[in-house]
């Protein structure tokens, strides 16, 4: 018979060996290698639905996740704010494109 949540707590605080025992017979988990070397904070974000699906949707075309590319974006609106911005290359290209077009007098 399996053992309902109270008695599992009830037994965890009992100091009760099983837990002991189960604990190491268990294989040891991989855990995932972190990314980056920069120390993160986890951070939880609230978000509309269609919101949310549209950010998933640019992060898939992109081929990352989608904290990575929620990100990225907060760092490039932070730049933008202390002068050091990340320039899209759509907006360079624009940038270019626009400077390459002779304007009329």
Do not use: C
């Not at 920069?38 to 919101?51: A, F, H, I, K």
């Not at 990100?71 to 270019?96: F, K, N, Y």
Request: hydrophobic share 45%; charged share 25%; glycine share 4%.
């Amino acid at each position: 018979m399996a053992m309902n949540r109270n008695d599992a707590t009830k037994q965890f605080h009992g100091g009760d060996d099983r837990l002991a025992e189960l604990i190491d017979a268990s294989a040891p988990a991989e855990l995932p290698t972190p990314d980056t070397d920069v120390p993160m904070v986890s951070r939880s974000v609230r978000l509309p639905l269609d919101t949310y699906e549209r950010v998933r949707a640019a992060a898939d075309a992109r081929g990352i996740g989608v904290t990575t590319l929620m990100r990225q974006w907060i760092e490039a609106g932070l730049a933008e704010l202390d002068d050091s911005a990340t320039v899209s290359l759509a907006d360079v290209r624009r940038a270019l494109a626009a400077l390459s077009r002779p304007t009329a007098a």
